[in-house]
């Protein structure tokens, strides 16, 4: 499949499962079961590139979960962003009272993100935090809020498990760099 497109696997597919039954763990041991009456914790995913990240994690937390989808989309080339963020799909309800956990692909610079958490805290949620699968160096270094980080990776660019070049390779279970000839 795609050959010839990936340079080489940054991580496999193995090593993303072990690590999202790690985060389900720690995630799980800090938000604990909901009290009686209190509602489920919401996961809040980032179309596209957070899916398959989000319906692993859901899979391994043990707690009861709800799934809600957002799409934005940012301003700026193919492979990167530049913060101005504008809304394709907005969540189907009201997340006031809830506990939010937005789940994210990858953060790269942060602004996306950071757009992000303001737009839901203006909502009124229990709390908001933040897990991402992939962090670059950028939002490592400018300390981005988030509470859950899968890997730390290099600054190149990365496709796989959910993340696109021009919309393809999503749906590879592991996550790799790609072959120079595919941006010629
Ligand atoms: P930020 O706003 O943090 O700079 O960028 C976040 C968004 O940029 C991600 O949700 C993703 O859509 C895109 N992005 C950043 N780095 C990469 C990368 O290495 N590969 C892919 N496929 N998308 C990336
Ligand atoms: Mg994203
Ligand atoms: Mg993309």
Redesign the pocket.
């Known amino acids: 499949m795609y050959d010839g497109d990936i340079a080489s696997v940054l991580i496999s597919s193995q090593e993303i499962q072990d690590k999202i039954a790690e985060l389900a763990d720690t995630i799980a041991a800090d938000y604990g079961e909901p009290k009686p009456g209190e509602p489920d914790l919401l996961l809040v995913g980032?179309l596209k590139?957070a899916v398959m990240f989000m319906t692993d994690l859901a899979r391994h937390l043990p707690l009861p979960t709800q799934l809600e989808f957002m799409a934005i989309s940012?301003y700026g080339s193919a492979?990167?962003?530049s913060?101005v963020v504008r809304i394709l799909k907005d969540l189907d309800r009201d997340i006031s009272g809830r506990h939010v956990l937005i789940v994210?692909?990858?953060?790269?610079?942060?602004?996306?993100?950071s757009w992000l958490r303001k737009n839901l805290e203006s909502r009124g949620p229990a709390s908001l935090q933040v897990v991402t699968l992939l962090r670059?160096p950028e939002?490592a270094k400018l300390d981005v809020d988030v509470s859950y980080v899968g890997f730390d990776i290099p600054n190149?660019?990365?496709?796989g498990f959910g993340?696109?070049?021009a919309e393809r390779y999503r749906d590879l279970p592991y996550i790799g760099t790609l072959d120079p000839s595919v941006y010629a």
């Not at 994210?104 to 993100?113: F, P, V, Y």
């Not at 190149?156 to 496709?159: K, P, Q, T």
């Open positions: 980032v590139g940012s492979t990167s962003s913060g994210e692909d990858i953060i790269d610079s942060g602004l996306t993100l670059k939002a190149e660019f990365v496709v993340l696109d070049y």
